[in-house]
């Protein structure tokens, strides 16, 4: 299994207050995503990483914001939470190459389970 | 739009009965297709990337073929461990972008 962990895996948290999200990996791998799954939309990505300090939005990325200092560590914070929010959020990683035996394809980790009420 | 769509939404089998998973694609700049497994309450298991018309891969009872449009996942004689999501995801145009389907829910019988 790819060494990705998060934290915390369980969280509930009141509306309008700020969440922080961890992913861990061990891997050295260079992408790190992260994923918001809701019955009916499969898996939606919010923020992408592609290098430290280098990062791009996704497809909904609204209300949410990512940074990532070291290799292995991507952050995900809810500035203000809302009840929409509410999800289970997936880290997940890719060595992000297409040649030379590396791909894009990619492991996840086990899921955080995020209830905003 | 570019879009990736799964079919059908759930899928229940007789245990031996084989089967296919259909997930069409309608994107620019095709880089490759993934199939994943998920099982209850656990993050998406990797098990296929295609990355041209005509690849096959198999793994056990599982083979993934891919075309132009479309990519199906056949299962052979499956069992009632193969009970899972069934996801695809599209990886196009740059390399940053990758589209899921919403998945396949499949239930094998004994």
């Known amino acids: 299994d790819a060494g990705i962990t998060q934290s915390p895996r369980h969280k509930v948290t009141e509306t309008g207050t700020p969440v922080t999200l961890r992913c861990h990996q061990t891997?050295?791998?260079?992408?790190m995503y992260w994923y918001r799954q809701d019955p009916g939309h499969g898996l939606r990505l919010i923020h992408y990483?592609?290098?430290?300090?280098?990062?791009d939005k996704g497809e909904v990325s609204d209300g949410y914001s990512v940074s990532r200092s070291k290799t292995e560590d991507f952050l995900l914070t809810l500035e203000s939470a809302t009840s929409s929010q509410t999800s289970v959020y997936f880290c997940a990683i890719s060595d992000g190459r297409l040649a030379g035996g590396g791909s894009y394809e990619q492991y996840f980790g086990p899921g955080t389970r995020l209830t905003v009420t | 739009e570019d879009q990736v769509t799964q079919s059908p939404e759930a899928l229940r089998l007789q245990e031996g009965e084989s089967s296919s998973l259909n997930c069409s694609y309608t994107v620019s700049g095709l880089r490759g297709l993934f199939w994943y497994r998920q099982d209850p309450g656990k993050g998406p298991e990797f098990l296929f990337t295609l990355y041209s018309a005509g690849e096959e891969k198999e793994k056990e009872r599982l083979k993934a073929t891919l075309t132009k449009k479309e990519s199906f996942l056949h299962i052979t004689a499956p069992k009632p461990e193969d009970s899972a999501t069934y996801l695809c995801?599209?990886?196009?145009?740059?390399?940053?972008?990758?589209?899921f389907g919403s998945g396949t829910r499949l239930s094998i019988r004994p």
């Open positions: 995801a599209v990886l196009y145009s740059s390399a940053s972008k990758i589209i």
């Open positions: 990483s592609y290098g430290v300090k280098d990062t």
């Open positions: 891997e050295n791998h260079r992408y």
